[in-house]
């Protein structure tokens, strides 16, 4: 079993930054990937970005350039930069970690809010 605790997210204004953490406890052994999503009120929840060991990290489209997606193994911990955001980026940032056999482990979700 793993557990997933997000952080990091808060108010922020139009072109501001934030470093979102996601800390993995218990049995993280066998962790294939990690990644990032996120979910706009009344909207469905989206990918925005992955990494596993030895391959590159990868994006959606509308965060590429902006996002940057990096992990701590020693500390089983997934961090999400985000610079220059948009309002558009307005969500609950939730975390996902997925384990050989395709069990999927998620976080409870931070709230980001990008506004003037």
């Known amino acids: 079993q793993v557990q997933l605790v997000e952080s990091g997210g808060g108010l922020v204004q139009p072109g501001g930054s934030l470093r979102l953490s996601c800390a993995a406890s218990?049995?993280?052994?066998?962790?294939?990937?990690m990644s990032w999503y996120r979910q706009a009120p009344g909207k469905q929840r989206t990918w925005v970005a992955s990494?596993?060991?030895?391959?590159?990290?990868d994006y959606t489209g509308s965060v590429k350039g902006r996002f940057t997606i990096s992990t701590d193994n020693a500390k089983n911990t997934v961090y999400l930069q985000m610079n220059s955001l948009k309002p558009e980026d307005t969500a609950v940032y939730l975390c996902?970690?997925?384990?050989?056999?395709?069990?999927?482990?998620w976080g409870q979700g931070t709230q980001v809010t990008v506004s003037s």
């Open positions: 990494i596993s060991n030895g391959a590159p990290a």
């Open positions: 996902s970690f997925r384990a050989i056999g395709g069990r999927v482990y």
């Open positions: 218990g049995s993280t052994f066998g962790i294939v990937d």
